[in-house]
């Protein structure tokens, strides 16, 4: 069979985002993503998802010009292609909220849309799902958290969204309500380093509260000493699955994970290979959340499994402002790793229901059911993206600012990297 790329499209696109606080400020009125198709000699489409921001954009149009021509099944020459169009760059993307940059997690973050499409255009063509090219699937549903922030009630100068206000513990658990009533989520994820930390202890206190049996997790960005960290590890003693990221590097998670109870897990320390040797060396985490968007795809995130099993590291997935296309990409690579044990982080709740698939796929009880359609099992919403395109020429973002943002309501405003 014949899947050779005669086409690569690559569509910058925004949708509106709620004013969703972090460490590094508050989210723009509108997110930034980007698509790309690969036309095949076949007849068949693949899609994939990406980040928006210039830089990357760049990049990725860089790329796509050079992927003409490759089989759509020889994914180490698209790779191969990649590496050599992005050259020696090296360039971060969006907030740094998913760690430092390098070359090679430049390549790897500009590799994986194309595979993604790659692989989606494989199953059209073979007729099969995605999860089965990745050696099949383990388990039917993958379960997903629900991912709380602290946040305003409404972008400033305009109408308050369907979440409303949240900054204080009552605020954060009647989020947590909202939100699980409509998705049915098992487990609660809340992103911190918004406030000091004793009023985030307060919030996951009250959501152990109400939700007695939900496995809670906190995740402050970094915004925390070492020595803060392990106070407040100390202090969440008994009501934490997992700590994300309580303070910046692999030295300082080593050291607060010699005292913590429970695991330290990261999406800031360990987010490339190159780091993983020394992070077991140093004890440093105990769970690494996986992102298919900037360890370089779908394969790359199973060798990633691969090797979190052989060392006894426990495996989450995170997840950044994304679409239909990434989702259904989260779900294919969750059927299909074993050790995957815990509930997937997703953005989706954020985005109010406006998608750039036709057929989004949706949650029952907190999880979703796993796609067994040929490829993906989504499909590109045409008009969606081209409405989507025009709002990203027209909202004037170009590349995610959650601290440029801040400070147009607060002009002293600094990130807040262990700055508690
Ligand atoms: O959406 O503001 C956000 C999050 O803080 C995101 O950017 C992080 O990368 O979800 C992320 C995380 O787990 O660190
Ligand atoms: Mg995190």
């Not at 790779?79 to 050599?84: D, G, I, N």
């Not at 919030?203 to 925390?224: S, T, Y």
Request: net charge negative; proline share 6%; aromatic share 6%.
């Amino acid at each position: 069979m014949s899947l050779l790329i005669t086409q690569v499209t690559v569509t910058p696109i925004a949708f509106p985002d709620p004013p969703l606080l972090n460490v590094a400020g508050v989210h723009q009125p509108w997110a930034l993503r980007t698509i790309v198709e690969v036309r095949t000699d076949a007849g068949v489409v693949g899609i994939g998802e990406s980040y928006g921001d210039q830089p990357h954009l760049d990049l990725m149009n860089r790329a796509a010009a050079g992927l003409v021509g490759l089989d759509a099944f020889d994914l180490n020459g698209l790779r191969a292609r990649v590496a050599e169009a992005v050259g020696a760059e090296d360039t971060p993307a969006g907030t740094g909220l998913i760690g430092a940059s390098s070359n090679q997690k430049t390549i790897a973050r500009v590799v994986s849309p194309f595979e993604v499409a790659c692989l989606d255009a494989q199953g059209l063509a073979l007729e099969r799902p995605v999860s089965d090219l990745l050696g099949g699937r383990v388990r039917d549903r993958v379960s997903f958290s629900a991912y709380l922030f602290y946040k305003w009630a409404a972008h400033p100068g305009a109408e308050p969204d369907e979440w409303g206000p949240a900054l204080d513990p009552a605020g954060i658990v009647a989020q947590a309500r909202q939100m699980i009533d409509a998705y049915g989520f098992e487990s609660i994820k809340l992103k911190g380093g918004v406030f000091e930390p004793d009023a985030e202890i307060a919030a996951i206190r009250a959501l152990r509260e109400e939700f007695g049996d939900h496995p809670l997790r906190l995740d402050p960005n970094c915004g925390w000493t070492p020595a803060t960290s392990i106070r407040v590890a100390e202090e969440t003693t008994g009501l934490l699955e997992y700590l994300e990221d309580p303070t910046p590097g692999i030295d300082g998670m080593s050291e607060v994970a010699q005292s913590a109870s429970m695991p330290l897990a990261t999406n800031m320390c360990v987010v490339a290979f190159d780091h993983i040797a020394e992070a077991v060396a140093k004890r440093a985490v105990g769970v690494i959340l996986s992102d298919h968007h900037y360890w370089g795809g779908l394969r790359a995130s199973a060798e990633l499994a691969a090797i979190c099993r052989t060392f006894g590291i426990g495996l989450s997935m995170h997840s950044n402002t994304h679409l239909g296309i990434s989702l259904a990409a989260m779900t294919h690579l969750a059927a299909a790793t074993p050790n995957l044990e815990y509930a997937l982080d997703t953005h989706t709740p954020w985005q109010g229901g406006v998608d750039v698939v036709t057929d989004p796929l949706t949650f029952r009880n907190g999880a979703l059911d796993v796609p067994t359609t040929p490829g993906l099992g989504v499909t590109l919403d045409r008009d969606g993206l081209e409405r989507m395109h025009r709002d990203y020429l027209d909202c004037g973002i170009r590349s995610r600012d959650d601290t440029g943002y801040m400070r147009q309501f607060e002009p002293g405003f600094t990130r807040r990297t262990a700055s508690w």
